[in-house]
């Protein structure tokens, strides 16, 4: 019973004496000439159990309300057991983000063994796409209007003289690149001319220019072998961040940037790429020796981290989840390039430095 049923002030009827401001059938109870007696109830006429004073209580009570004041109602004595906790999943489809991934690398490995020419193609394809991809974006969330035309003609040339003359002829290519969009861009009215030549300088030095990188890499001997290893150390190091971060992530990493990122995810990226790294130095690499492919998936760890995080804050900044639909279960062309983008240069240095061009 709850505290109301216990000691409640006495009202009307009670056992006390009776509101003053109440009407009264006999005289008050503090007059002097006055019994000390309780005047006789009056008996209603009729049945007093059954009949239509039953009827009358099942008016006045509605059905499941409880009978006495400190009595809960039947529904709420039983709830219902809470639901059990949802199961932690991924935010993409595994299943066509695993099936696109192995196509992907069906189709890039044949080209690399096959004829590196085709693989130069692969590589021009994927930066042209990815420079349409970005652009698109910028003009729609930010009416910035990158000329796409110059960077996407530039965009292939550098990647081929990157391969043809080197990191010298990628240069000049990058180069040339910006002075065309600075040229072609003077064809339109003058309002927002800074803000579309400045993006489309950072989208040429973001997408063809690193990827020119990957180039480089084909141009040695054993060429086939280092890009299969820059893409296999990068892909290790995402399945690693993934794989420790979904199952043990618990401290963020850069949670204003990429809020599903952990610190625990990098350290897995880290273990998995150096692992990967020694076991490609000593089995891939001419000359390559194991402690050296430490350092080189240590170097790929970090780099891929920190080109996805780069490109998470390009999204936040645009306010979009993907930069495109052209691959289910991975969104665009470059949300698949952000990590590998800004890997190219580090692979192709450090392997330059251990076991040459």
């Known amino acids: 019973?709850?505290?109301?049923?216990?000691?409640?002030?006495?009202?009307?009827?009670?056992?006390?004496?009776?509101?003053?401001?109440?009407?009264?059938?006999?005289?008050?109870?503090?007059?002097?000439?006055?019994?000390?007696?309780?005047?006789?109830p009056i008996v209603p006429e009729g049945p007093v159990n059954g009949g239509d004073q039953d009827a009358a209580r099942?008016?006045?009570?509605?059905?499941?309300?409880?009978?006495?004041?400190?009595?809960?109602?039947?529904?709420?004595?039983?709830?219902?057991?809470?639901?059990?906790?949802?199961?932690?999943?991924?935010?993409?489809?595994l299943r066509?983000?695993?099936?696109?991934?192995?196509?992907?690398?069906?189709?890039?490995?044949?080209?690399?063994?096959?004829?590196?020419?085709?693989?130069?193609?692969v590589v021009v394809v994927a930066s042209v796409v990815g420079l349409w991809e970005l652009t698109s974006r910028l003009d729609e969330k930010k009416g910035i209007k990158a000329p796409l035309v110059p960077l996407a003609l530039g965009g292939a040339a550098m990647i081929v003289a990157g391969y043809v003359r080197?990191?010298?002829?990628?240069?000049?290519?990058?180069?040339?690149?910006?002075?065309?969009?600075?040229?072609?861009?003077?064809?339109?009215?003058?309002?927002?001319?800074?803000?579309?030549?400045?993006?489309?300088?950072?989208?040429?030095?973001?997408?063809?220019?690193?990827?020119?990188?990957?180039?480089?890499?084909?141009?040695?001997?054993?060429?086939?072998?280092?890009?299969?290893m820059f893409l296999v150390?990068?892909?290790?190091?995402?399945?690693?961040?993934?794989?420790?971060?979904?199952?043990?992530?618990?401290?963020?990493?850069?949670?204003?940037?990429?809020?599903?990122k952990t610190r625990e995810g990098l350290f897995g990226a880290i273990a998995f790429s150096m692992a990967a790294g020694a076991l490609c130095m000593e089995f891939l690499i001419d000359g390559g020796i194991w402690w050296q492919g430490l350092l080189i998936g240590l170097g790929v760890a970090v780099s891929a981290t920190l080109g996805d995080l780069g490109e998470s804050m390009?999204?936040?900044?645009?306010?979009?989840?993907?930069m495109g639909t052209l691959l289910p279960g991975h969104g665009g062309i470059m949300d698949r390039l952000d990590s590998l983008l800004p890997t190219a240069p580090v692979v192709w240095l450090l392997l330059v430095l251990f076991v040459g061009s």
């Not at 009264?24 to 019994?35: I, L, M, N, R, V």
């Not at 509605?62 to 057991?81: I, T």
């Open 166 to 228: 080197g990191a010298e002829g990628a240069w000049v290519a990058m180069a040339l690149t910006a002075l065309a969009v600075l040229i072609w861009r003077m064809t339109e009215p003058p309002e927002g001319y800074l803000k579309d030549v400045t993006a489309g300088v950072f989208a040429a030095f973001y997408v063809p220019f690193l990827a020119t990188f990957v180039a480089l890499l084909l141009t040695a001997d054993d060429g086939p072998r280092r890009v299969l």
């Open 1 to 40: 019973m709850n505290d109301s049923s216990w000691g409640a002030p006495p009202t009307a009827g009670s056992w006390g004496p009776p509101d003053p401001g109440a009407p009264s059938a006999g005289p008050a109870y503090d007059e002097p000439d006055a019994q000390q007696t309780r005047p006789m």
């Open 96 to 121: 066509a983000a695993i099936g696109v991934g192995l196509g992907l690398g069906v189709v890039v490995v044949a080209a690399l063994f096959i004829v590196k020419a085709v693989f130069v193609g």
């Open 58 to 93: 099942r008016a006045v009570r509605p059905p499941g309300a409880p009978l006495f004041r400190d009595e809960r109602p039947q529904e709420s004595m039983s709830a219902p057991p809470p639901p059990p906790p949802e199961k932690k999943r991924a935010g993409r489809d």
């Open 314 to 322: 390009i999204k936040r900044d645009l306010g979009i989840k993907d």
């Open 233 to 260: 150390l990068t892909v290790v190091s995402d399945t690693g961040a993934y794989a420790v971060g979904w199952r043990f992530g618990r401290h963020k990493l850069a949670p204003r940037i990429s809020p599903g």
